[in-house]
């Protein structure tokens, strides 16, 4: 069974920082890559990052870049997310998602995700 579970989400001041992390079960980081996406109140969910299972390149949003960091580590099957610098327009419900099952409907780039967590909600307060 395939399962997303993000956490590190919270209320935290303009400038800071947190680390979002996402523990995957049933399939394995080293074929399917992962992404991570937000969802403000009012807006349409956009990428934030992703990155390739393979190579491990890395792909950011032009309003994260320089300041999100996403990583893994495969064997532990752990995927982060680490924001610094945050801003009041980063407060948004943060998900990750996953490559596989291949032919996921939702596509961000060229890339499907057809698998997804529950969402943990970063708020970052001005």
């Known amino acids: 069974q395939v399962q997303l579970v993000e956490s590190g989400g919270g209320l935290v001041q303009s400038g800071g920082s947190l680390r979002l992390s996402c523990v995957v079960s049933?399939?394995?980081?080293?074929?399917?890559?992962i992404g991570w996406f937000r969802q403000a109140p009012g807006k349409e969910r956009e990428g934030v990052s992703w990155?390739?299972?393979?190579?491990?390149?890395?792909v950011y949003a032009d309003s994260v870049k320089g300041r999100f960091t996403i990583s893994r580590d495969n064997a532990k099957k752990i995927v982060y997310l680490q924001m610094n610098s945050l801003k009041a327009e980063d407060t948004a419900v943060y998900y990750c998602a996953s490559e596989y099952p291949s032919g996921g409907r939702y596509t961000w780039g060229n890339v499907n995700f057809g698998s997804w967590g529950q969402g943990t909600q970063v708020t970052v307060s001005s």
């Open positions: 049933g399939f394995s980081l080293d074929y399917y890559g």
């Open positions: 990155m390739d299972a393979i190579e491990g390149t890395t």
